[in-house]
Protein backbone atom coordinates (compact mmCIF):
# COMPACT_ATOMS: atom_id res chain seq x y z
CA UNK A 1 0.00 0.00 0.00
CA UNK A 2 1.09 3.11 -0.76
CA UNK A 3 0.34 6.85 1.69
CA UNK A 4 0.15 9.90 -0.12
CA UNK A 5 -0.13 13.75 1.05
CA UNK A 6 -1.18 16.40 -1.16
CA UNK A 7 -0.03 19.80 -0.54
CA UNK A 8 -0.06 23.64 -2.14
CA UNK A 9 -4.11 24.36 -2.73
CA UNK A 10 -5.12 27.74 -2.12
CA UNK A 11 -6.93 30.41 -3.04
CA UNK A 12 -6.21 32.39 -6.34
CA UNK A 13 -7.28 34.80 -8.87
CA UNK A 14 -7.90 33.77 -12.25
CA UNK A 15 -4.84 33.74 -14.68
CA UNK A 16 -2.67 32.67 -11.69
CA UNK A 17 -0.55 29.90 -11.00
CA UNK A 18 -0.34 26.83 -8.57
CA UNK A 19 2.00 23.76 -8.33
CA UNK A 20 0.53 20.97 -6.39
CA UNK A 21 2.73 18.05 -4.63
CA UNK A 22 1.88 14.60 -3.50
CA UNK A 23 4.31 13.27 -1.18
CA UNK A 24 4.11 9.62 -1.26
CA UNK A 25 5.30 6.64 1.15
CA UNK A 26 5.52 3.18 0.25
CA UNK A 27 8.07 0.73 -1.26
CA UNK A 28 6.24 0.53 -4.63
CA UNK A 29 4.97 4.39 -5.19
CA UNK A 30 7.93 4.18 -7.87
CA UNK A 31 6.16 1.14 -9.51
CA UNK A 32 3.05 2.47 -10.05
CA UNK A 33 1.11 4.98 -12.19
CA UNK A 34 0.20 8.33 -10.50
CA UNK A 35 -2.72 10.63 -11.24
CA UNK A 36 -4.13 13.96 -10.28
CA UNK A 37 -8.47 14.40 -9.80
CA UNK A 38 -10.54 16.47 -8.99
CA UNK A 39 -13.87 16.70 -7.19
CA UNK A 40 -16.26 19.40 -6.87
CA UNK A 41 -19.49 18.88 -4.11
CA UNK A 42 -22.41 17.15 -5.74
CA UNK A 43 -20.13 15.79 -8.35
CA UNK A 44 -18.16 12.52 -9.33
CA UNK A 45 -14.78 12.76 -9.20
CA UNK A 46 -12.92 13.52 -12.34
CA UNK A 47 -9.54 12.59 -14.00
CA UNK A 48 -7.02 16.03 -14.58
CA UNK A 49 -3.65 14.19 -15.88
CA UNK A 50 -1.92 10.95 -15.68
CA UNK A 51 1.80 9.96 -15.88
CA UNK A 52 3.31 6.54 -15.98
CA UNK A 53 5.66 4.92 -13.17
CA UNK A 54 8.17 5.62 -15.65
CA UNK A 55 7.14 8.96 -16.30
CA UNK A 56 6.95 8.10 -19.92
CA UNK A 57 3.23 8.35 -20.79
CA UNK A 58 1.45 11.58 -19.58
CA UNK A 59 -2.11 11.63 -20.35
CA UNK A 60 -4.39 15.42 -19.80
CA UNK A 61 -8.40 15.92 -19.39
CA UNK A 62 -9.00 17.83 -22.07
CA UNK A 63 -10.39 20.79 -20.01
CA UNK A 64 -6.89 21.11 -18.88
CA UNK A 65 -4.51 20.27 -22.11
CA UNK A 66 -1.63 23.17 -22.59
CA UNK A 67 -2.35 24.69 -19.10
CA UNK A 68 -1.23 21.72 -16.39
CA UNK A 69 1.58 19.58 -16.59
CA UNK A 70 2.38 17.16 -14.23
CA UNK A 71 5.57 15.49 -13.34
CA UNK A 72 7.29 13.01 -11.25
CA UNK A 73 10.34 12.51 -9.10
CA UNK A 74 10.90 8.81 -8.19
CA UNK A 75 13.32 9.48 -6.31
CA UNK A 76 11.95 11.84 -4.09
CA UNK A 77 8.41 9.81 -4.26
CA UNK A 78 7.16 13.03 -5.28
CA UNK A 79 4.10 13.74 -8.33
CA UNK A 80 3.44 17.76 -8.90
CA UNK A 81 0.70 19.17 -10.86
CA UNK A 82 1.66 22.67 -12.15
CA UNK A 83 -1.53 24.42 -12.95
CA UNK A 84 -1.14 27.65 -14.98
CA UNK A 85 -3.88 30.06 -16.54
CA UNK A 86 -6.11 29.31 -13.72
CA UNK A 87 -9.79 29.58 -14.78
CA UNK A 88 -12.34 29.68 -11.78
CA UNK A 89 -14.10 26.53 -13.41
CA UNK A 90 -10.41 24.62 -12.39
CA UNK A 91 -12.09 25.21 -8.56
CA UNK A 92 -12.36 21.68 -6.53
CA UNK A 93 -10.68 19.79 -3.94
CA UNK A 94 -7.85 17.99 -6.24
CA UNK A 95 -6.40 14.31 -5.21
CA UNK A 96 -3.43 12.44 -5.73
CA UNK A 97 -3.60 8.95 -6.42
CA UNK A 98 -1.88 5.90 -7.09
CA UNK A 99 -2.26 2.91 -9.86
CA UNK A 100 -3.64 -0.48 -7.81
CA UNK A 101 -1.03 -2.32 -10.01
CA UNK A 102 2.84 -2.51 -10.04
CA UNK A 103 4.70 -2.26 -13.17
CA UNK A 104 1.50 -1.80 -15.24
CA UNK A 105 1.71 -1.32 -19.21
CA UNK A 106 -0.64 0.39 -21.48
CA UNK A 107 -2.12 3.86 -21.12
CA UNK A 108 -2.32 5.63 -17.53
CA UNK A 109 -6.36 4.35 -16.24
CA UNK A 110 -8.90 7.48 -16.45
CA UNK A 111 -10.97 5.77 -14.02
CA UNK A 112 -10.86 6.84 -10.31
CA UNK A 113 -11.53 3.08 -9.62
CA UNK A 114 -8.64 1.76 -11.20
CA UNK A 115 -6.86 3.45 -8.00
CA UNK A 116 -6.17 2.06 -4.83
CA UNK A 117 -4.28 4.79 -2.75
CA UNK A 118 -5.66 8.45 -2.42
CA UNK A 119 -4.22 11.35 -0.53
CA UNK A 120 -6.18 13.35 1.61
CA UNK A 121 -7.15 16.15 -1.09
CA UNK A 122 -6.47 19.92 -1.43
CA UNK A 123 -8.03 22.62 -2.33
CA UNK A 124 -8.22 25.01 -4.95
CA UNK A 125 -10.14 28.03 -5.50
CA UNK A 126 -9.99 30.36 -8.56
CA UNK A 127 -11.84 33.56 -8.43
CA UNK A 128 -12.98 35.24 -11.23
Known amino acids: QVQLAESGGGLVQAGDSLRLSCAASGLTFSRRSAGWFRQVPGKEREFVAG????????YYADSVKGRFTISRDNAKKMVYLQMNSLKPEDTAFYYCAAYRLVLASGPVSFLPLEYDSWGQGTQVTVSS
Open 51 to 58: ISWSGGQI
